[in-house]
């Protein structure tokens, strides 16, 4: 009985201390939750942007514990590395992203002259013995290379990291310039590679480029990682200052720096200074973030002149890095204007297909028209020449016809008398047979105006051409011009219209003689006339050397086409259409257009006629 009260007793002992304790130890979390929670509400967020010269997630490695440090330092505040490059630097201060800034003092010359910044402290090498001037350029190249100096590097291809690096570019540039080089033209080509640095190198050793500008000691931290053999390098003008560890190309300019926007309130900045001038170099911050510590900010007169000489104080990034930069941080936009350029462009082409399909529709419309046009003239010019030509023609056949009768006449009285050998009689028979000779060329002409077809019989061309020459003996003699005939071949007869190809060689000669009459007297005056028999065709050519043709070949043989005061514009086109007749070939051209002339002045003329006319037959 006393054992069961004993155990009744010691249950309601413990159901009541755990009705009591519980309730208290939640009260207690409730109470630690809420406090947490309030000191997280209280603390001042704050960030820190660094160059990610190494990329971003070494950038983190890196600094990211400097940034806890400063968090136990300083009181109610939370700090949170962003590794950023220069042009997101400038932009996330723009906008308040960022409080701070840990970067080389060329840029900060940069950004304190469009944002106002408080230069806190300068960072200490962890190498050369905590120096503080630690930045420069060095300029690498191939061990196998032939560039030893910087005159060498003219016309060269080169890499970079950015155009603000102050290491990784700017003191390069600054050196060509103190050296009498002109930067802007003295490579052939220079390419920014940005962040992080390890390509740069690899460029180099891969043979992509001739040479690289690299911020000083990268080569050597490559080295000392495994990335590359330094063996395979060489350094371009090369420097080691006493005290340092690296090769360098430059000089040395002030090293990195902490800096801090004019929105942060000064006690925090205070607080922040004096934490990093405390920080020891055996704390583990200071090891990660490879620094024997801070100390005061140094001069940045190096930077100012070289920013002078230079006039690099708001370097321009090439437009093709900026429009990248630009794609990269806006891809929406940025493809939204590609597709309208591309559309744009698109339009803009067909719009000016089109407009020069249009142009030369109505081009060749308006040219057709001028043709059709000028085809009227020439017809009704033809229709007008026609009436007159057949009117002119039946006028003229009755006093020819006359002078044949009379010629006959006289001859057959002379023939009665016995006097057929006088002279009396000779010159009748001449008269009858030129005016014979002017009744066909007067059928002839009348066959042209009503388009019959020619006569043709066989003949001899050679005696046609004498024929045509004894016209102009009196003329020759006058203008006292030296005629040149010229046979080749073995003559033979052939079939043709005698009288149109007589028209055609007097129009060619009348053409050279009024051609000649321009020339000065004291000019020799040349004619050269080849009669010249082929297997299959005869070719007749006759060379003057005269002034020459005074327009287009093809506009001369046109109708109604003359360069002389007086002419009708027909002479060629008679010529053309009694050698289209004949199923021949006739041309005309300047001397000085063909290698195997007599003479480089002047105009040659060529018809050839076949030795068999196709479809002609006698007396067709």
């Known amino acids: ?10 249950s309601c002992l413990r159901t009541a201390w755990l009705s009591l304790f519980v309730p208290w130890l939640l009260l207690s979390l409730s109470a630690s939750a809420e406090e947490v929670k309030q000191d997280r509400t209280d603390l001042i967020y704050l960030r820190v942007g660094v160059l990610a010269n190494h990329g971003v997630q070494k950038g983190i490695e890196r600094w990211q514990p400097m940034m806890d440090y400063l968090s136990e330092q300083v009181p109610g505040t939370h700090f949170e590395v962003v590794p950023v490059d220069f042009d997101e630097m400038s932009r996330q ?34 190498m050369h013995g905590g120096a503080t001037f630690a930045i420069g350029s060095t300029i690498i190249v191939r061990a196998d290379s032939e560039i030893y100096t910087l005159k060498d590097l003219e016309g060269k291809h080169l890499v970079a990291s950015d155009p603000q690096a102050l290491g990784g570019y700017q003191a390069a540039i600054g050196l060509l310039h103190k050296m009498g080089y002109n930067p802007e033209n003295y490579f052939g080509s220079l390419r920014f590679l940005g962040f992080p640095l390890e390509p740069i190198v690899y460029q180099v050793r891969d043979g992509t480029v001739d ?23 060489r350094v371009i ?14 000089q040395l300019y002030p090293n990195w720096s902490f800096a801090a926007a004019d929105i942060v309130p000064p006690t925090i900045t205070q607080k922040i200074t004096q934490a990093l001038y405390a920080l020891e170099p055996d704390h583990p911050a200071a090891i990660q973030a490879k620094t024997l510590g801070w100390t005061a900010p140094i001069s940045q007169l190096k930077v100012i002149k070289l920013f002078k000489e230079l006039q690099l104080k708001a370097p321009a990034p090439p437009l093709h890095y900026t429009v990248l930069k630009w794609m990269e941080k806006n891809k929406e936009w940025g493809l939204t204007l590609l597709m309208l350029f591309l559309v ?6 067909w719009l000016e297909y089109k407009f020069r399909q249009k142009s030369d529709f109505l081009i060749d419309t308006e040219r057709q028209l001028k043709d059709k046009a000028l085809q009227v003239e020439r017809m009704k010019s033809a229709a007008i020449l026609g009436e007159i030509g057949s009117g002119l023609a039946h006028e003229l056949n009755q006093p020819i016809a006359a002078i044949t009768q009379y010629s006959e006449g006289g001859m057959m009285q002379l023939n009665r008398h016995g006097d057929a050998d006088s002279d009396l009689y000779e010159l009748l028979a001449k008269i009858n047979a030129q005016s014979a000779r002017a009744g066909a060329v007067v059928h002839r002409i009348r066959g042209l105006l009503k388009r019959r077809k020619s006569q043709y019989e066989e003949l001899a061309l050679d005696e046609v051409v004498a024929n045509t020459l004894a016209l102009f003996r009196r003329e020759f003699q006058q ?5 040149t005939r010229e046979v080749r071949g073995e003559p033979y007869s052939l079939l043709g219209d005698e009288v149109g190809l007589s028209q055609v060689l007097v129009n060619l000669i009348k053409n050279s003689l009024d051609a000649m009459s321009e020339m000065p007297p004291e000019r020799d005056k040349r004619l050269l006339l080849t009669l010249e028999y082929g297997e299959r065709q005869a070719s007749i050519s006759l060379v003057d050397n005269g002034p020459g043709l005074k327009g287009k070949a093809q506009d001369l043989m046109a109708s109604f086409y003359s360069t002389k005061d007086d002419g009708l ?12 007749q004949h ?17 480089q002045e002047g105009c040659v003329v060529r018809i050839t006629l076949p030795k068999v006319v196709g479809g002609c037959e006698r007396g067709s």
């Open 211 to 233: 040479a690289a500008i690299t911020p000083f000691c990268t080569l050597e931290e490559m080295v000392q990682d495994g990335l590359v053999k330094k063996e395979d390098f």
């Open 1 to 10: 009985m006393k054992r069961h009260l004993g155990k009744w007793l010691l």
């Open 583 to 599: 199923k021949g070939e006739f041309s005309i051209g300047n001397c000085c257009d063909s290698a195997d002339m007599p003479w």
């Open 344 to 349: 744009s462009t698109v339009y803009h082409l």
């Open 479 to 483: 203008q006292g011009i030296v005629l």
């Open 237 to 250: 003008h090369p420097t080691l200052p006493p005290g340092y560890d690296c090769l360098v190309s430059t």
């Open 93 to 126: 201060l723009l906008a308040h992203e960022i409080q701070f800034i840990v970067t080389n003092p060329g840029q900060y010359l940069n950004l304190s002259s469009n944002f106002p910044l408080s230069w806190l402290a300068t960072m200490k090498s962890h």
């Open 569 to 580: 514009g027909l002479g060629l086109a008679i010529c053309c259409d009694v050698m289209r």
